[in-house]
């Protein structure tokens, strides 16, 4: 499975962005997928997961209510909707799929390349 990631951008607080990743393979549709990012000097984090069957979602704290993970099996394709951005937002944003028990860690056996977001205060 290869993953590409798209999306990011150079935003104001405030503003709104969707990311997207779009896998090559089916057997995508049955790994769980994953948002990690790693901000400037800083060691990479778990965003959002979902679970193969898009029923049980994941979220970190410092995005929850403001972040959603959907997929779209038929179009191989996940997504990181981000709403209420904020400066400390910014970061290299990179999708995941597979992994076993624990989404949130980055023990994924697909990674795509990153796409980088930028958030002005």
């Known amino acids: 499975v290869q993953l590409q990631a798209s999306g990011g951008g150079l935003v104001q607080a405030g503003d709104s962005l969707r990311l997207s990743c779009a896998a090559s393979g089916r057997a995508f549709n049955s790994y769980t997928v994953a948002w990690f990012r790693r901000a400037p000097g800083k060691e990479r984090e778990f965003v959002a997961a979902m679970r193969w069957g898009g029923g049980t979602t994941y979220y970190a704290d410092s995005v929850k209510g403001r972040f959603t993970i959907s997929r779209d099996n038929a179009k191989l394709t996940a997504y990181l909707q981000m709403n209420s951005l904020k400066p400390e937002d910014t970061a290299i944003y990179y999708c995941?799929?597979?992994?076993?028990?624990?989404?949130?860690?980055?023990?994924?056996?697909?990674w795509g390349q990153g796409t980088l977001v930028t958030v002005s205060s």
């Open positions: 995941a799929a597979q992994t076993g028990s624990r989404p949130e860690l980055p023990m994924y056996g697909y």
